[in-house]
């Protein structure tokens, strides 16, 4: 086998080293009864070639994103990523290196973390960032258990329109810990959501996302002054990075905490994952922060070197007192992250923002001519909703056959609900050309 | 050479991007414009690829060496995999695309949930955990909805943990709040049976169980174990972390167990990417099996369907505990384990478990004279020794350890597992040959003698020929700087 | 743009540093007639997005070969290449490094060149060979060049199986010198050339090619023995290396200097480039060969390392005297070579070439069955010449239709030779399956 | 860490592929089978990717730094180029399709050929040459070609070729029998015009000039040299290897060029690859354009078409001189090159002449007083340096540039080119912004200082810090060991 460097004539002279008979003496600690003589019922071993094809096969049964009009969004996002970014990471150095737990040889990893660490707090408008966490979605659940060990309070309240995926492993989170959640019904785009009168004196945190499930960017200002009124935190919900390119970031807005998800910059779709969690704060809670952080410090020599630091908040010092449990991070995501963020630049990334943005403007304004269909947002970002004249699932479910893969009904992560029933959360990046947008148009009146 | 953070490096003006203004942009922002500088520096691409670059090459890796590092599985990675992963069908499909245009993405999926299922001998299989400890975490919820839905969630509060047990086990029981009780281990570095039976009682929810176990041993006792757990009501959650060295051999349904995780980026080789991505699916037993969270895929008569609400799951008669995570797991790394796995296939698997445990216990075998071995053989596919062989040495386990770094090696694990004294836990995994081991070998001999022949300022200063030398992680932590800010000085960056 | 660092601040600051108004102050020796004030009449620069689209398109428009089922030969084949190389030889290190002329900081590529060296006489039986040449081809016309330095005459004999274009190569050097060459008409597979009849005292070499154009497998012994006899060398061209697992090598039947293709081994088919020229011949003709050579020596400290030597023989040193113009080689493709054939090892390469052999004997068993079709070899590899009842060049273009690229038409190289209209040649490696096989069958029996 | 060889890491039995025995297997091979065993090791896959990874890492890179050898134009080498390349409808076709399979390859043959031909003012172009000096030959026998055609093929037997010129100039021309005739320079480091036109005559068939020149200096007289050139009935041929310092701002064509070839892996970044593969396509004058060898691309009403035959080419009225190689030429240099061109655009290949020129200005400005310079400037691409500031040092060039090396520089060409004494040609490229240049500067300041300051060790031993010390070259070549052989001791392999 090709990955399996021991010959036979290898291995019966080690088993004589060890004074061994046979391999199966090694395992003699094993219960006769669950020791497996033969193989288990699965294929044999298979050549480079074969398994290429097999898999090949299996992944042109699928719509790549690239190969049609493409307007999906809904927290995933279709973004172009330099060829540097994916050769880069590529380097063995990066891909095969363990957590730099011996800082004298990772100083490669250490750098590029501290990096991205300095990167997202810039972005985010915020002090301090951790080294990323698994994805957004369980950066926010982890923003809201760092609340509660904040505020020492237990409730958490989240927006209705922050992304039903986000809601459901947030509340999942708490529910383990037996900690209550309010969470609030879908507003429309356009509509304000009361969510400051939700806000109590045990509430930890509000929980709010920009732009939100629907696209609308949301104004943080007031729901910050109130949830500080009431001595809660403001967890802000990013989940396009590129709108912070444009967006005042909500560190300027009041946010406590900034989670997001980052596979924009540098990523791929990969079907949902991996990805990179964004996790930021103030310098005042540090201490209280989940995940791995990379720290500044010197050598012996007195030269600027880094080390992952304040490890006495993880579980592989503090144990059962961990501030999570989290041992992985997105390492690999991060350095993509940094990289396609190197390249962009601060002129590049603005511009890049403001790309995306012009371009779902103009699909706004396209679709908004079909007949029928009504564009809801007021400010909106790379994503907006629009009302249909019927359902949206029927409407996509036509388009794809059309070959456009024209958005997400809204009623798909949030089932049951008839006011969503005809909404469709579109999304526009900059790979998104005037033939794509004619070509949705052009479908979209002919399936409505 | 010393290399400067980006943002030393800044060049206003200059970018790695060639991005046209957009025709007529018109903003619909409303008041939220972005006004200020947000502080990113500008580069141009050769900057960029020079820059990292560099940085990487003040990196060690499994491509350059062997990583020697216990319970953490440092394989040879098949770049196979890797390309894989980047076949467009893929790597750039949306995760809530119409599903009839991911039957690939949901057969790839199911494909790989069958050779988990199958490898593991359990029924079901939760997919979308991101890492190990997410993954225990999966296991761990899965048995409370399990106890909620026969109405012991309240009265099961104890989880049984063995001293030895990695730091992720406490940890995941201590976010769902349970209570963490230690089982004491037995002289030959097992649990101690009796000891944990003692434990058992109406109010223990699980015990965690990792096996083979930290001190690189089978427990020998396990399947008594598993009974005593299931005639006490509770549940067996097994640490799947090292399920590398008994994969094809053993299968963890066939000793008892009701939750693992499987990390896919130990065993079935998907990169660590300097602390990864990882993933950490979690096979589960009959009894679990319908708890697992959303979402999952099923075969149905026209294809394969996605799972992905409460209400569908209802339909199925499944009762999801909830969601882990948003959209469905880590397609990235379910394509490279499917890579390797079949690149293996059943026979190449257990030879993978086969050759661990030979290369694990030829190393013990080699060193138990020079070095120290708290536990008799064999191990299963790690080498565990203590700190007694540098006894009055003046030498520490973490001095030994980092001296390794100037022979050209990773450390091994130090200090873990911690029932061993000055702990030195070595994993060689099966992709190495016995020409590299016999290498390591030599060199752990002869530091070993160095050690004991009073070498001492060889081992205290070292690293001596890293790109660092030993470095102040008290005042990184005392003092912490965790970014960049335009006053810093620019100490070190010559 | 991106690739330029200077900014418009870095050019002002730098020609104050010169002492230059503008950047044309720089450009004044050029005569002022042949200045361009504008841009040449091309397309504006264009972003990664841009020009990606743009040349997949273009990609788009060719057929692959791993797309459909493939069986042309030629002196280019279709082989799978582990994934290894392709990541081995994209590594910095070794993509972007020059000529190794500073061995101190080379050692990589002067490391591997002496691996590739040794791989290439073991597989060819010589003492000898260089660092690689361009292709096959060239490699041929240096061999050639090379016998007239050592015999000191000035006629090469080419075999009429010698592949049309390596001829034509052939003889386009020589005349370049003035040098006749005298080339036989070509033999069908099966039937003996007598080239020995045209060896004589003022012959410089024989060059024979096996396989042949043809696919034929041809025994190089008498023909050695008779050059030898007249004081001539023999020059073996082998266009599939491939071959070398299973058949006796050149080397061992005489030959003085081997050449060949290396694509095969790790290297994609390109359209026809970059490949790599394999060139191995007797140690006593070291100093007389083309190309570069990279041998072993030590440092000052006494450590091996190894050097680019005997480059008295180069154009950079030797200049008008030197034994070949040549400057580049094909460096990164021997690089390929040698990774793919250090995966391989001696079981796995003769694995290899037993798998190539197996599948193009049951593709001819398989051809062979269809009506009118005529298997022409005796003994051959994993190429061969069927007869065909009618036109070859159309077939395969029927063909083409039906989606199987099935073969080289032997009048496609060698035109107007009314014996060869007929004439397909065909080839099978490990990527074929009994599907492509069977998909070949079916579509030749529609078209014919 | 010494890295041995492949045959040293031979493991009998090991392999890097799994590949299944084929069924049926019935020879056809008549009496060729191969029976000895040949030679080659057996290595795992991982054992394959460490050796590799570890050699790669004792090379020097552009990726790493600064690559500052003059003539060379080692410039970035973006990797999308590496991406287009590999595009399965590039990498994944054979040249001898049927034509209507690839119109995509000729259309991108078609299009690069435009571009060179709109960049260089030149009405065609020859693309299959593999590198520059197979460019030098091919644009060479075109010249002949045309003189033969005119009936004074034996008659002009003359080359003229400057002092300065690249070796490949005389060694092509002396490759086609032809006599090479050395033009002096004048002091300004340029030809000496009137010693020049003195050799002129009707035994001239060509010229053989680099512009810029390679003392890094445009020749002011290039368009008188060309004219009285052609009245003598003779041809220019330019060799482009210095076509980086004028591309998008100078013609040849406009110069009145006949010949030059266009190292597509110099100007237009594809990669050196450790010394190749490189490509040479040769534009052409009108006069010369008939001449070009086979094959050829044309654009007809049903597409493009490749034009392989002597007959074909007859039909449209070409006289193809013969074919340079097997096949169509680099295509995968020619995809890397065209993705390069577009990438820059009309604009950018401009501005790419144009900060070479000043970033070579802006070191020959900075070191002029530190270093000596022969020539006044302004210089093109190149900044060339004597050694006449190491006059009485005991520091000799080839010292100096290996005293770069610790500083962790390349070093820079040396001793050519052969006009000047100790010759130190730099060339930076466009591709190295100016903080890079500025830390280079420097570098060179202070090792200029060191020379003077009789820090001689510090030079005659150097690289002090490199994998390797000074090689023994004499030997290598005195006793040349050229391949690996099972009685070599294995001196150094530790």
Redesign the interface.
Same mark, same amino acid.
């Given at each position: 086998?090709?990955?399996?460097?021991?010959?036979?004539?290898?291995?019966r002279?080690? #088993?004589g080293?060890?004074?061994?008979k046979s391999?199966d003496?090694?395992?003699?600690?094993?219960?006769e009864?669950?020791?497996?003589d033969g193989?288990?019922?699965?294929?044999?071993? !298979?050549?480079?070639?074969?398994? %290429?094809r097999?898999?090949?096969?299996?992944?042109?049964?699928?719509?790549?994103?690239?190969?049609v009009p493409?307007f999906?969004g809904?927290?995933?996002y279709?973004h172009?990523v330099?060829?540097?970014v994916?050769?880069? &990471? !590529?380097?063995?150095?990066?891909?095969?290196?363990?957590?730099?737990y011996?800082? *004298?040889?990772?100083? +490669?990893?250490l750098?590029?973390l501290?990096?991205f /660490?300095?990167?997202v707090?810039?972005?985010t408008g915020m002090?301090?960032?951790n080294?990323?966490m698994?994805?957004?979605?369980?950066a926010c659940a982890e923003a809201v258990l760092m609340a509660h060990r904040v505020t020492k309070r237990k409730k958490a309240v989240l927006s209705g329109t922050l992304?039903p995926?986000?809601r459901?492993?947030v509340?999942?989170?708490c529910?383990?810990?037996?900690d209550p959640v309010e969470a609030l019904a879908p507003a429309l785009p356009g509509k304000t959501e009361d969510i400051i009168s939700r806000i109590a004196d045990d509430t930890s945190c509000v929980v709010v996302q920009t732009p939100s499930y629907f696209g609308e960017?949301i104004?943080l200002r007031a729901i910050a002054d109130a949830a500080h009124a009431k001595g809660a935190l403001l967890i802000a919900v990013v989940p396009e990075v590129v709108s912070?390119? #444009?967006?005042?970031?909500p560190g %300027?807005m009041g946010a406590d905490v900034v989670v997001g998800?980052g596979q924009s910059i540098g990523n791929?779709?990969?079907? +949902?994952?991996?990805y990179?969690g964004l996790f930021a704060t103030r310098t005042k809670y540090?201490r209280q922060m989940p995940g791995?952080?990379?720290? /500044?410090?010197?050598?012996?020599?007195?030269? $600027?070197?880094?080390?992952l630091?304040?490890?006495?908040r %993880? !579980?592989?010092? $503090?144990? *059962?007192?961990?501030t999570?449990?989290?041992?992985?991070?997105? +390492?690999?995501?991060a350095?993509a992250f940094? &990289?396609h #963020?190197? #390249?962009?630049? *601060?002129?590049?990334?603005? !511009?890049?923002a $403001? &790309?995306n943005?012009?371009?779902?403007?103009?699909l706004?304004r396209a679709l908004s001519g079909v007949a029928g269909v009504e564009l809801l947002?007021?400010?909106?970002?790379n994503e907006f909703t629009i009302r249909l004249p019927k359902s949206a699932t029927a409407v996509?479910?036509a388009l794809?056959d059309k070959g456009v893969?024209g958005g997400?009904p809204a009623s $798909?992560?949030i089932?049951?609900d008839a006011s969503l029933e005809n909404l469709l959360i579109v999304a526009s990046t %900059? &790979?998104n050309t005037d033939h794509d947008r004619a070509d949705f148009v052009a479908a979209l009146k002919e399936v409505l | 050479l010393e290399e400067p953070l980006i943002f030393e490096l800044d060049n206003p003006g200059a970018t790695g991007v060639d991005l046209d203004e957009p025709e007529g942009y018109e903003p619909k922002l409303g008041a939220f414009e972005r006004k200020a500088r947000i502080g990113l520096p500008g580069m141009s691409e050769p900057d960029v690829m020079r820059h990292y670059v560099r940085l990487s090459r003040k990196n060690y890796s499994i491509d350059a060496g062997l990583y020697p590092l216990g319970s953490c599985t440092m394989k040879h990675n098949p770049r196979l995999n890797e390309k894989m992963a980047r076949l467009p069908g893929f790597a750039d499909v949306h995760p809530l695309q119409p599903q009839k245009t991911v039957q690939g993405a949901l057969e790839l999926m199911d494909t790989l949930a069958h050779w988990l299922k199958e490898l593991t001998g359990m029924p079901a299989v939760a997919m979308s955990p991101k890492a190990g400890a997410h993954g225990e975490l999966c296991g761990m919820m899965a048995i409370r909805a399990a106890l909620v839905a026969r109405g012991e969630g309240d009265k099961r509060t104890r989880i049984l943990v063995p001293e030895s047990a990695h730091g992720t086990n406490p940890a995941t029981a201590a976010l769902l709040q349970y209570k963490v009780d230690a089982i004491p281990a037995t002289a030959d570095g097992r649990v101690d049976l009796a000891a944990f039976k003692a434990k058992l009682g109406p109010d223990v929810a699980a015990i965690m169980l990792t096996n083979p176990n930290t001190c690189g041993l089978f427990e020998r006792d396990i399947m008594e174990i598993a009974d005593a757990v299931h005639e006490a009501g509770a549940y067996f959650y097994c640490d799947g972390a090292n399920f590398n060295a008994i994969v094809g051999r053993v299968r963890p349904g066939d000793l008892g167990v009701d939750a693992m995780h499987i990390n896919l980026h130990k065993t079935f080789s998907t990169p660590h990417g300097g602390g990864g991505p990882g993933a950490g699916p979690v096979v589960l037993s009959e009894a679990l099996a319908p708890f697992a969270p959303l979402p999952y895929v099923v075969h149905g008569a026209d294809g394969f369907r996605l799972v992905e609400t409460a209400g569908e799951a209802k339909a199925d008669g499944s009762h999801p505990f909830g969601r882990m995570v948003a959209f469905h797991g880590q397609m990235g790394m379910f394509v490279r384990a499917m890579a390797y796995m079949m690149s293996h296939g059943s026979d190449g698997l257990r030879q993978v478990a086969e050759d661990a445990v030979l290369n694990a216990n030829y190393i013990l075998a080699s060193l138990k004279d020079h070095l120290s071995a708290p536990f008799e053989g064999p191990c299963m596919h790690e080498a565990l020794f203590d700190d007694r062989f540098l006894k009055g040495t003046g030498v520490e386990t973490l001095d030994f350890a980092k001296a390794m770094i100037d022979e050209g090696y990773h450390p091994m694990t130090m200090y873990f597992p911690l029932v061993v004294h000055g702990a030195l836990l070595i994993e060689p995994t099966e992709t190495e040959s016995k020409h590299t081991l016999d290498q390591f070998i030599g060199t752990l001999k002869h530091l070993a003698q160095a050690a004991k022949g009073n070498d001492k300022s060889r081992f205290t200063g070292a690293p001596h020929f890293a790109p660092r030398h030993r470095l102040d992680e008290t005042l990184a932590a005392r003092n912490p700087v965790l970014r960049w800010q335009a006053e810093t000085p620019k100490q070190a960056a010559e």
């Open positions: 086998m090709r990955y399996l460097p021991l010959t036979p004539a290898d291995r002279e080690m #088993l080293v060890i004074g061994a391999v003496d090694l395992f003699r600690d094993v219960p009864r669950a020791r497996r193989f288990v019922d699965l294929p044999r071993r !298979q050549g480079e070639l074969e398994v %290429e097999a898999l090949t096969k299996m992944a042109a049964k699928n719509v790549s994103a690239g190969s493409f999906i809904g927290g995933a279709c172009h330099p060829s540097v994916d050769h880069l &990471i !590529q380097r063995s150095e990066f891909l095969t290196s363990y957590t730099p011996q800082p *004298e040889i990772t100083q +490669g990893t750098q590029y501290f990096e /660490q300095t990167q707090a810039l972005l002090d301090v960032a080294a990323s698994y994805d957004g979605s369980t992304h995926h986000y459901a492993v509340e999942n989170l529910e383990a810990g037996g960017l104004d912070l390119g #444009l967006v005042t970031p %300027e998800e791929g779709l990969n079907f +949902g994952g991996p990179v540090v791995r952080l990379c720290g /500044q410090t010197v050598d012996a020599e007195g030269k $600027r070197g880094f080390v630091t304040l490890s006495t %993880e !579980q592989h010092i $503090r144990r *059962e007192k961990a999570s449990n989290i041992c992985t991070n997105s +390492g690999l995501c350095l940094t &990289i #963020l190197s #390249l962009l630049g *601060e002129d590049g990334f603005k !511009q890049l $403001r &790309i943005h012009a371009n779902a403007v103009k706004g947002n007021g400010a909106f970002f996509v479910d794809a893969l997400l $798909r992560l089932p049951g %900059e &790979i | -």
